[in-house]
């Protein structure tokens, strides 16, 4: 089925009421385990990379390993650009290949993120690239405290950028270790009210599993961004499988060990966020 567009994998999402995971990358091994996931699952998968990915990995081989994942897939694969800060940086992961970028805007005044998301969105609709924005502000857990987004506020957005998702802040968070957010479910419908466009809620590591998927089911919330408990379970199994033998040494009998507990958590969470 190859790569696709955050539109591509959206829009059905949107109509048949389901959401698609947005998995925050790190490495290869991890990548290459969300793809086989989502195989088993039969959902689409959206491989994301965030700004620690891209400090250590150069967005042209991140881009090039992303699409040859892609290329490859049973089925839909974005390649996605997290939480880029600039027009530059989306320009940077749009010619290394992605088919996707998430501009962040929400730490600017209104009409300035307004201004430069428009500017993203002209640029990508050149290449056929899809477009993520964010209004409010979706804090970090022992970091900067959430704002959530005005309904109004969005509404403006997207009826002057004509962007392909939203993220919004509804409670939750950056780097929840613990499942303990509470969404605001009034505020989310006073979205849905004045918006027309897929919703997306980062932080979703720190959502409850029962409420991830009444939002996936029941809401217009079709991308859930999930890095934390990912991150989580590697770093438990790690130590368990070091602990277990200790004259283990080799980097790709390390990682072959830790990524069957990745697959598991991926396909549970890609289930459960589908009918």
Not at 31 to 45: H, L, N
Not at 193 to 206: F, K, N, R
Request: net charge negative.
């Amino acid at each position: 089925m190859s790569l696709a567009s955050l539109a591509d994998v959206l829009r059905p999402a949107v109509t048949e009421g389901y959401a698609v995971m947005g998995a925050v990358v790190l490495g290869w091994e991890d990548a290459e385990t969300y793809v086989e996931a989502a195989e088993e699952t039969g959902a689409a998968i959206i491989l994301q990379a965030g700004p620690n990915f891209r400090q250590s990995v150069p967005v042209n081989v991140s881009g090039t390993m992303f699409r040859t994942l892609g290329e490859a897939a049973a089925v839909p694969v974005v390649a996605h650009i997290d939480h880029a800060k600039s027009i530059e940086e989306c320009r940077t992961g749009i010619e290394a290949g992605f088919t996707s970028v998430m501009y962040d805007g929400s730490a600017l005044p209104l009409e300035e993120n307004i201004a430069t998301t428009a500017e993203v969105v002209s640029l990508s609709r050149r290449h056929g690239v899809s477009v993520e924005a964010e209004i409010g502000f979706v804090g970090y857990a022992e970091g900067a405290n959430s704002e959530h987004t005005d309904p109004q506020e969005a509404t403006k957005l997207v009826a002057e950028t004509g962007v392909d998702a939203l993220a919004v802040s509804v409670g939750n968070t950056h780097l929840q270790q613990s499942d303990l957010a509470e969404i605001n479910l009034e505020r989310l419908a006073e979205i849905e009210a004045v918006t027309d466009c897929p919703l997306v809620l980062h932080g979703a590591s720190g959502i409850p599993a029962a409420m991830r998927r009444h939002l996936a089911l029941k809401t217009r919330v079709c991308k859930f961004n999930v890095g934390t408990e990912f991150r989580y379970a590697f770093g438990q199994t790690l130590r368990r499988v070091l602990a277990e033998d200790a004259s283990v040494f080799d980097r790709r009998e390390i990682f072959k060990k830790t990524m069957p507990t990745l697959k598991t958590l991926a396909i549970e969470v890609m289930s459960s966020i589908r009918p």
